[in-house]
Protein backbone atom coordinates (compact mmCIF):
# COMPACT_ATOMS: atom_id res chain seq x y z
CA UNK A 1 0.00 0.00 0.00
CA UNK A 2 0.91 3.45 -0.61
CA UNK A 3 1.90 5.90 2.77
CA UNK A 4 0.78 9.06 3.36
CA UNK A 5 2.96 11.34 5.11
CA UNK A 6 1.13 14.72 6.05
CA UNK A 7 3.09 17.63 7.75
CA UNK A 8 2.92 19.06 9.92
CA UNK A 9 0.72 17.11 12.55
CA UNK A 10 -0.91 20.13 13.93
CA UNK A 11 -0.35 24.06 13.10
CA UNK A 12 -1.31 27.08 14.89
CA UNK A 13 -2.52 30.28 13.19
CA UNK A 14 -4.15 33.80 13.23
CA UNK A 15 -7.19 34.73 10.65
CA UNK A 16 -5.55 36.08 7.86
CA UNK A 17 -2.22 34.09 8.02
CA UNK A 18 -1.30 32.12 5.05
CA UNK A 19 -0.31 28.17 6.06
CA UNK A 20 0.83 25.46 3.78
CA UNK A 21 0.06 21.98 4.61
CA UNK A 22 2.65 18.98 2.96
CA UNK A 23 1.54 15.65 1.60
CA UNK A 24 4.43 12.97 0.61
CA UNK A 25 4.03 9.60 -0.73
CA UNK A 26 6.18 6.63 -0.52
CA UNK A 27 5.93 6.26 -4.22
CA UNK A 28 4.85 8.18 -7.03
CA UNK A 29 1.39 8.59 -7.67
CA UNK A 30 1.09 11.33 -10.72
CA UNK A 31 -1.26 13.74 -9.72
CA UNK A 32 -3.76 11.41 -8.12
CA UNK A 33 -4.37 13.54 -5.16
CA UNK A 34 -7.00 14.91 -3.41
CA UNK A 35 -7.46 17.04 -0.30
CA UNK A 36 -9.83 16.94 2.28
CA UNK A 37 -11.59 19.52 5.37
CA UNK A 38 -13.33 18.35 8.06
CA UNK A 39 -14.69 19.71 10.77
CA UNK A 40 -15.70 18.31 14.61
CA UNK A 41 -18.35 16.14 14.05
CA UNK A 42 -18.90 16.77 10.27
CA UNK A 43 -18.39 14.89 7.03
CA UNK A 44 -15.24 15.52 5.25
CA UNK A 45 -15.22 17.96 2.55
CA UNK A 46 -13.72 17.92 -0.89
CA UNK A 47 -11.70 20.52 -1.48
CA UNK A 48 -9.17 19.62 -3.90
CA UNK A 49 -8.48 16.55 -6.87
CA UNK A 50 -5.90 16.08 -9.42
CA UNK A 51 -3.41 17.87 -6.84
CA UNK A 52 -4.23 21.43 -7.92
CA UNK A 53 -7.91 21.66 -8.83
CA UNK A 54 -10.53 22.67 -6.56
CA UNK A 55 -13.45 21.27 -6.32
CA UNK A 56 -16.84 23.21 -7.00
CA UNK A 57 -17.78 26.19 -5.12
CA UNK A 58 -14.83 26.21 -3.01
CA UNK A 59 -12.98 29.43 -1.81
CA UNK A 60 -9.99 30.52 -4.40
CA UNK A 61 -8.21 31.17 -1.53
CA UNK A 62 -7.33 27.37 -1.18
CA UNK A 63 -5.09 26.18 -3.88
CA UNK A 64 -2.60 23.12 -4.09
CA UNK A 65 0.28 21.66 -5.86
CA UNK A 66 2.43 18.83 -6.63
CA UNK A 67 3.53 15.86 -8.58
CA UNK A 68 4.88 12.35 -8.19
CA UNK A 69 5.70 12.14 -4.63
CA UNK A 70 5.27 15.88 -2.49
CA UNK A 71 2.49 18.22 -2.51
CA UNK A 72 1.39 21.18 -0.73
CA UNK A 73 -2.06 22.60 0.22
CA UNK A 74 -1.83 26.29 0.97
CA UNK A 75 -4.50 28.09 2.47
CA UNK A 76 -4.30 32.29 1.83
CA UNK A 77 -5.83 34.79 4.07
CA UNK A 78 -7.13 32.05 6.74
CA UNK A 79 -11.16 32.56 7.47
CA UNK A 80 -12.47 31.66 11.33
CA UNK A 81 -14.28 28.84 9.10
CA UNK A 82 -11.21 27.24 7.73
CA UNK A 83 -9.79 26.26 11.20
CA UNK A 84 -10.65 22.14 10.91
CA UNK A 85 -8.27 19.45 10.13
CA UNK A 86 -7.48 18.38 6.60
CA UNK A 87 -6.51 15.54 4.82
CA UNK A 88 -4.73 13.78 1.66
CA UNK A 89 -5.58 11.10 0.09
CA UNK A 90 -3.96 9.48 -2.94
CA UNK A 91 -6.10 7.40 -5.65
CA UNK A 92 -3.49 6.37 -8.14
CA UNK A 93 -3.51 2.99 -6.62
CA UNK A 94 -5.77 0.12 -4.56
CA UNK A 95 -6.02 0.66 -1.92
CA UNK A 96 -6.62 4.35 -1.88
CA UNK A 97 -5.20 5.90 1.38
CA UNK A 98 -5.28 9.25 3.25
CA UNK A 99 -2.81 10.81 5.36
CA UNK A 100 -3.18 10.93 9.10
CA UNK A 101 -4.31 14.59 9.39
CA UNK A 102 -3.07 18.18 10.35
CA UNK A 103 -5.18 20.21 12.42
CA UNK A 104 -5.00 23.80 11.96
CA UNK A 105 -6.15 25.37 15.31
CA UNK A 106 -6.38 29.09 16.21
CA UNK A 107 -3.75 30.42 17.71
CA UNK B 1 -27.83 19.12 -6.50
CA UNK B 2 -26.16 15.86 -5.31
CA UNK B 3 -26.99 14.50 -2.00
CA UNK B 4 -26.05 11.21 -0.41
CA UNK B 5 -28.27 10.42 2.91
CA UNK B 6 -26.89 7.97 4.91
CA UNK B 7 -29.51 5.85 7.70
CA UNK B 8 -29.35 6.96 11.17
CA UNK B 9 -27.26 5.37 14.64
CA UNK B 10 -26.86 1.83 15.31
CA UNK B 11 -26.25 0.04 18.11
CA UNK B 12 -25.28 -3.39 18.23
CA UNK B 13 -24.03 -6.46 20.41
CA UNK B 14 -20.75 -8.00 19.49
CA UNK B 15 -20.71 -10.58 17.06
CA UNK B 16 -23.80 -9.22 15.44
CA UNK B 17 -23.95 -7.08 12.15
CA UNK B 18 -24.77 -4.00 10.67
CA UNK B 19 -26.25 -2.81 7.90
CA UNK B 20 -25.91 0.83 6.82
CA UNK B 21 -27.16 2.25 3.61
CA UNK B 22 -26.61 5.18 1.59
CA UNK B 23 -29.49 6.55 -0.85
CA UNK B 24 -28.11 8.85 -3.51
CA UNK B 25 -30.28 11.81 -5.51
CA UNK B 26 -29.25 14.26 -7.78
CA UNK B 27 -27.35 12.58 -10.62
CA UNK B 28 -27.63 9.28 -12.68
CA UNK B 29 -27.29 6.80 -9.68
CA UNK B 30 -25.04 4.42 -12.32
CA UNK B 31 -23.34 6.66 -13.31
CA UNK B 32 -20.75 7.26 -10.22
CA UNK B 33 -19.02 4.25 -7.97
CA UNK B 34 -19.26 5.18 -4.02
CA UNK B 35 -16.62 4.11 -1.36
CA UNK B 36 -16.87 3.43 2.00
CA UNK B 37 -14.80 5.11 4.48
CA UNK B 38 -14.69 4.46 8.01
CA UNK B 39 -13.73 6.67 11.09
CA UNK B 40 -13.05 5.51 14.38
CA UNK B 41 -13.35 7.47 17.42
CA UNK B 42 -10.68 10.45 17.57
CA UNK B 43 -9.10 8.61 14.29
CA UNK B 44 -8.30 9.33 10.95
CA UNK B 45 -9.99 8.04 7.82
CA UNK B 46 -9.77 4.42 6.28
CA UNK B 47 -10.73 3.65 3.10
CA UNK B 48 -13.19 0.03 3.72
CA UNK B 49 -14.12 -0.35 -0.11
CA UNK B 50 -15.93 0.99 -3.31
CA UNK B 51 -18.60 -0.62 -5.33
CA UNK B 52 -19.48 0.27 -9.09
CA UNK B 53 -23.63 0.95 -8.94
CA UNK B 54 -23.70 0.15 -12.64
CA UNK B 55 -23.28 -3.98 -12.17
CA UNK B 56 -22.50 -3.93 -8.76
CA UNK B 57 -18.72 -4.92 -8.74
CA UNK B 58 -17.35 -4.57 -5.60
CA UNK B 59 -13.30 -3.83 -4.15
CA UNK B 60 -12.28 -4.47 -1.01
CA UNK B 61 -9.24 -3.05 1.37
CA UNK B 62 -7.89 -6.79 2.34
CA UNK B 63 -8.41 -5.73 5.76
CA UNK B 64 -12.15 -5.87 5.37
CA UNK B 65 -12.25 -9.05 3.30
CA UNK B 66 -14.94 -11.42 4.60
CA UNK B 67 -16.43 -9.05 6.92
CA UNK B 68 -18.02 -6.41 4.82
CA UNK B 69 -20.02 -6.80 1.72
CA UNK B 70 -20.82 -4.08 -0.71
CA UNK B 71 -24.18 -3.82 -2.46
CA UNK B 72 -26.28 -1.51 -4.48
CA UNK B 73 -30.15 -1.35 -5.59
CA UNK B 74 -30.80 0.49 -8.69
CA UNK B 75 -34.41 1.36 -8.21
CA UNK B 76 -33.95 3.03 -4.70
CA UNK B 77 -30.42 4.52 -6.01
CA UNK B 78 -29.31 2.52 -2.59
CA UNK B 79 -26.01 1.32 -1.45
CA UNK B 80 -25.26 -0.40 1.38
CA UNK B 81 -22.53 -1.34 3.51
CA UNK B 82 -22.84 -4.74 5.31
CA UNK B 83 -19.72 -5.42 8.57
CA UNK B 84 -20.29 -8.55 10.55
CA UNK B 85 -18.80 -10.34 13.43
CA UNK B 86 -18.89 -6.66 14.85
CA UNK B 87 -16.45 -6.26 18.21
CA UNK B 88 -16.27 -2.92 20.13
CA UNK B 89 -13.60 -2.21 18.40
CA UNK B 90 -15.88 -1.84 15.13
CA UNK B 91 -17.13 1.52 17.18
CA UNK B 92 -16.86 3.94 14.71
CA UNK B 93 -18.45 6.61 11.70
CA UNK B 94 -18.74 4.82 8.19
CA UNK B 95 -19.14 7.21 5.24
CA UNK B 96 -20.09 6.69 2.24
CA UNK B 97 -18.69 8.89 -0.89
CA UNK B 98 -19.20 9.57 -4.29
CA UNK B 99 -16.55 9.33 -6.81
CA UNK B 100 -16.46 12.63 -9.48
CA UNK B 101 -17.95 11.90 -12.88
CA UNK B 102 -14.90 13.05 -14.57
CA UNK B 103 -12.37 13.28 -12.07
CA UNK B 104 -11.99 10.01 -10.23
CA UNK B 105 -11.85 11.43 -6.69
CA UNK B 106 -14.11 11.71 -4.41
CA UNK B 107 -16.47 14.65 -4.81
CA UNK B 108 -19.57 14.30 -2.53
CA UNK B 109 -19.73 13.03 0.91
CA UNK B 110 -23.22 11.32 2.92
CA UNK B 111 -23.25 12.52 6.33
CA UNK B 112 -22.11 9.86 8.39
CA UNK B 113 -23.64 7.06 10.21
CA UNK B 114 -22.19 5.74 14.25
CA UNK B 115 -22.31 2.63 14.43
CA UNK B 116 -21.82 1.78 18.54
CA UNK B 117 -21.23 -2.06 19.34
CA UNK B 118 -21.54 -2.38 23.06
CA UNK B 119 -22.58 -5.37 25.24
Known amino acids: DIQMTQSPSSVSADVGDRITITCRAS??????LAWFQQKPGRAPKSLIYAASSLQSGVPSRFSGSGLGTEFTLTINNLQPEDFATYYC?????????FGQGTKVEIK | QVHLVQSGAEVKKPGASVRVSCTAS????????IHWVRQAPGQGLEWMGI????????TYAQKWQGRVTLTSDTPTSTVYMELSSLTSDDTAVFFC????????????WGQGTLVTVSS
Open chain 1, 89 to 97: QQYNSNPPT
Open chain 2, 97 to 108: ARVGSDSLAIDY
Open chain 2, 51 to 58: INPSGGKT
Open chain 1, 27 to 32: QGISNY
Open chain 2, 26 to 33: GYTFTSNY
